[in-house]
């Protein structure tokens, strides 16, 4: 029994159908009411069993309501998917406190008030449980323009690793997916925006895209949330998992990369001296790669 907030379309249909395809009975959320019905009526369509709970997450309120819903159609809960998400992209001198908070709110409190709820849950009723965050490149590398977005999911990764240590004695993995993948959002991003283009135009997404980047559609990312919610992921917990096109991918967690040391500390002067051939010899690259074609390579 599965609650997949943001539901309604692109990457959280997939991953509501992929849930029901797989035997699991699914909780549609979106913000929009028809979108969220339409969803769960197409997966009953396909002999899967679902309900629609429209409702805008960010609450505590949403998100117990979420969960109540759940156990009430379906006696209990067992899977979160905390997918839903808005854009609000500016660049920084540009972003009013309203852009910011609103997808802050959405995306971070969302995810939090969510997966507080089915924790509650989950341990109340003692036989473990999945809870699935959805992360993005642009969180664990950076974007242009979206200092409200990468916050958040940055976030949101964070909250991955700390809840997968406090869920832990009782059998409740925590992960985040880091999808890829030609979605609204995405279209945002202008270095995919002609590939999206010509693939809804009917072009298959050229294979350096898919494989060399791992980009293609939503149903490719689908697949990874019924695992994680299986038996065969009992294991995996607190990682950060990318998947898109045709290719599957394990990020890295922060990480302590170089090193020096002053006997005494450090001052500024010392900093300056050692800095280019110790500690930033090899800085780090921020940013999501521009995609390149081999050609270009």
């Known amino acids: 029994?599965?609650?997949?907030?943001?539901?309604?379309?692109?990457?959280?249909?997939?991953?509501?159908?992929?849930?029901?395809?797989?035997?699991?009975?699914?909780?549609?959320?979106?913000?929009?009411?028809?979108?969220?019905?339409?969803?769960?009526?197409?997966?009953?369509?396909?002999?899967?069993?679902?309900?629609?709970?429209?409702?805008?997450?960010?609450?505590?309120?949403?998100?117990?309501?979420?969960?109540a819903r759940a156990v009430a159609e379906f006696g209990r809960l067992d899977v979160l998917v905390a997918n839903a998400?808005?854009?609000?992209?500016?660049?920084?001198?540009?972003?009013?406190?309203?852009?910011?908070?609103?997808?802050?709110?959405?995306?971070?409190?969302?995810?939090?008030?969510?997966?507080?709820?089915?924790?509650?849950?989950?341990?109340?009723?003692?036989?473990?449980?999945?809870?699935?965050?959805?992360?993005?490149?642009?969180?664990?590398?950076?974007?242009?323009?979206?200092?409200?977005?990468?916050?958040?999911?940055?976030?949101?990764?964070?909250?991955?690793?700390?809840?997968?240590?406090?869920?832990?004695?009782a059998r409740i993995t925590v992960n985040a997916v880091i999808p890829v993948a030609a979605t609204a959002m995405t279209d945002t991003i202008p270095v995919f925006a002609p590939y999206i283009e010509a693939m809804r135009n009917g072009e298959p997404l050229p294979a350096f895209l898919r494989a060399g980047e791992g980009f293609g559609t939503v149903e490719d990312c689908a697949a990874l949330i019924p695992f994680l919610a299986s038996d065969a992921a009992r294991d995996v917990t607190g990682q950060c998992i990318g998947i898109g096109g045709d290719k599957l991918t394990l990020w890295s967690h922060p990480q302590e990369i170089s090193t020096a040391f002053a006997h005494g500390g450090w001052t500024p002067e010392a900093i300056a001296d050692a800095w280019h051939t110790s500690v930033g010899a090899e800085p780090q690259s921020v940013g999501i790669p521009a995609p390149r074609a081999p050609e270009a390579r």
Not at 15 to 36: K, P
């Open 1 to 67: 029994m599965a609650v997949v907030t943001g539901g309604g379309r692109g990457l959280g249909r997939a991953y509501a159908e992929a849930l029901a395809a797989a035997g699991a009975s699914v909780v549609v959320n979106d913000v929009d009411r028809d979108t969220a019905a339409e969803t769960a009526a197409a997966i009953a369509e396909k002999g899967g069993r679902a309900v629609a709970e429209p409702a805008a997450v960010g609450t505590a309120e949403a998100a117990e309501r979420l969960v």
């Open 85 to 169: 998400g808005v854009l609000r992209d500016r660049v920084l001198w540009k972003m009013t406190d309203d852009d910011f908070d609103t997808v802050i709110a959405v995306h971070l409190k969302g995810t939090f008030t969510c997966a507080r709820a089915a924790a509650i849950r989950m341990r109340e009723q003692g036989e473990g449980g999945t809870i699935i965050l959805v992360g993005s490149p642009a969180g664990q590398r950076g974007n242009f323009g979206q200092t409200n977005y990468a916050a958040a999911k940055a976030g949101i990764a964070a909250m991955a690793r700390t809840w997968s240590m406090e869920l832990a004695r």
